[in-house]
C-alpha cells in the first residue's frame, strides 16, 4: 500500500529547504522503489494569508490520515502583528496538538567533517552524540491559564502556566529511556526542580520511571547548569529528557556544537509512532529567498521520517551516508562554511545529496 506523506512547506526559507527534501523523497522512491505518494498542504503564515488561519481544517485533516508529514517552518515579521491566536506558529503547535505529537526527538550528531564549523573547539565535539528528547505537547506552551489581562489598577497582566501531569512525565521518560537502551543507556533529566514545583514532580516521576530500567543510569541537573555543561563538556550526555521549554532552549544551544543549526533534524512522535519531521530551525527570515539556506536539517528530518514512521531503517541511513558523502565533497552551504571548502546554494547542495545517493551502493 501506499504510504502517504503530506508536505507542509510554510514561509520563509520553508518552501526552498523543502523542494530539496522531495527531491530527496523522490531519488530513494526511484533508486529503492518505495510506494510514496506525496500531498501538500498549507500551514502557517502562508495559511493564514490564503484562507485566514494557520491551521486550516483541511491540513489538520490531511495530516491526521498521512503516514507521515514533513514540515519546512513557519513565521516571520509579516504576522508577528496578528493575535497569538492565529499567529503562523499557531499551525505548527496545532498540528502537534492535534496529532498528540508528544515526543520530540532532537539529535545533534556532529558530522566530523564539520569539525572545525562548531563553535566550540574540535576536541569537545568529535564523536558528539546526543539526543533531546523534548516533551512537545504539554508544559508552558500548552497551560491554562494564560492570556494578557488588565486588573483593575489598569495594569496589564501577562500569565502563562507551566503545568504537567504525572502520566505526561511518565510517557516522555519512557520514551527517553527505551531510546537510551538502544545507544549509550544513560538519560540525564534536565529540571528546575529547586525552584518550581512542577519540575520537583517531574524529578520524582523521573526516578520512578527509572527503576523500570536497571541497564540505564538516570541523572538529573537543573537546566542551567545543563546549558552551560553543554558547551563546557557536551560529550559527557548520552540522551537528555527535558520539558517542551527547556527543551527548544537547549536544542537550539545543542545544534550550535554540530557546526549549524541548519544541520539538526528532528521527529515528532505520538503514541501510535505516526509523525511529523521538521527542521529545529525556524523560517529565517533574514536569508529568506536568496538560496542560501541549508537543507541538510530538513533532508535529515526525511530520513528520521523513513526510520521511525516508514520502517525503512536501510533507507535512512543511505541518505545520512549521502550527506556525510557531499561533507566529504568539500561542498558547504554559508552557514558551514569554513577555509578551503566550496560555498553552495541550497539547490547545489540538494542536488549533490541526490547525486550521491543516486551513485551509492
Ligand atoms: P531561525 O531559526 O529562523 O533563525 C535563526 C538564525 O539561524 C538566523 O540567522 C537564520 O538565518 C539562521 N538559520 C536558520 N536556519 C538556517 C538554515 N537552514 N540555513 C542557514 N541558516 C539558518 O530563528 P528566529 O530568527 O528566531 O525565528 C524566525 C521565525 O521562525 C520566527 O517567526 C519564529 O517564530 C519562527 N520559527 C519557526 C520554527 C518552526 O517552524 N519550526 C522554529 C523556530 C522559529
Ligand atoms: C521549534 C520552534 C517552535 C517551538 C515555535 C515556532 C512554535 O521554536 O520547533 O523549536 O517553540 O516549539
Ligand atoms: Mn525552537
Not at 481544517?57 to 513565521?75: H, I, P
Not at 508544559?139 to 502520566?167: A, C, D, H, K, W
Request: hydrophobic share 45%.
Amino acid at each position: 500500500m501506499s504510504k502517504k506523506i503530506l508536505i507542509l512547506a510554510g514561509d520563509g526559507i520553508g518552501p526552498e529547504i523543502v523542494a530539496e527534501a522531495i527531491k530527496v523523497l523522490e531519488a530513494v522512491r526511484a533508486r529503492f522503489g518505495l510506494d510514496l505518494t506525496l500531498e501538500e498542504a498549507l500551514v502557517g503564515g502562508a495559511a493564514y494569508d490564503a484562507c485566514g488561519h494557520p491551521l486550516p481544517e483541511e491540513t489538520l485533516a490531511a495530516a491526521r490520515t498521512a503516514d507521515a508529514v514533513l514540515l519546512g517552518a513557519v513565521g516571520g515579521a509579516k504576522w508577528e502583528p496578528l493575535p497569538i491566536a492565529v499567529r503562523p506558529e499557531k499551525g505548527l503547535l496545532g498540528l502537534r496538538a492535534g496529532l498528540g505529537l508528544f515526543a520530540n526527538l532532537r539529535p545533534a550528531i556532529l558530522y566530523r567533517q564539520l569539525a572545525d564549523a562548531s563553535s566550540l573547539k574540535a576536541e569537545l565535539v568529535a564523536g558528539l552524540d546526543i539526543l533531546i528528547v523534548r516533551e512537545l505537547t504539554g508544559g508552558i506552551y500548552f497551560g491554562e491559564p494564560r492570556g494578557v489581562t488588565r486588573q483593575e489598577s489598569g495594569e496589564r497582566r501577562g500569565v502563562n502556566t507551566l503545568v504537567y501531569t504525572e502520566s505526561e512525565i511518565r510517557r516522555i521518560c519512557r520514551v527517553a529511556f527505551d531510546v537510551a537502551r538502544q545507544r549509550g543507556k544513560r538519560v540525564c533529566s534536565v529540571d528546575k526542580a529547586n525552584v518550581l514545583e512542577c519540575t520537583e514532580l517531574w524529578r520524582e516521576v523521573a526516578a520512578d520511571v527509572a527503576r523500570d530500567y536497571p541497564d540505564v543510569v538516570l541523572s538529573h541537573m537543573y537546566v542551567d547548569n545543563a546549558a552551560m555543561q553543554l558547551v563546557r563538556a557536551p560529550k559527557q550526555f548520552d540522551v537528555m529528557v527535558t520539558t517542551n521549554m527547556f527543551g527548544d532552549i537547549l536544542s537550539d544551544a545543542a545544534a550550535m556544537l554540530t557546526g549549524s543549526i541548519g544541520m539538526l533534524p528532528s521527529a515528532s512522535l505520538n503514541a501510535d509512532g505516526q509523525g511529523m519531521y521538521e527542521p529545529i530551525h525556524g523560517s529565517a527570515p533574514d536569508i529568506a529567498g536568496k538560496g542560501i539556506a541549508n537543507p541538510l536539517a530538513t533532508i535529515l528530518s526525511v530520513a528520521m521520517m523513513l526510520r521511525y514512521s516508514l520502517h525503512e531503517p536501510e533507507v535512512a541511513q543511505q541518505i545520512e551516508a549521502a550527506v556525510s558523502r557531499v561533507l566529504d565533497q568539500g561542498l558547504r552551504t554559508g552557514d558551514i562554511m569554513s577555509a578551503g571548502m566550496r560555498q553552495v546554494g541550497t539547490a547545489e547542495m540538494g542536488d549533490a545529496v541526490v547525486a550521491a545517493l543516486v551513485q551509492s551502493g
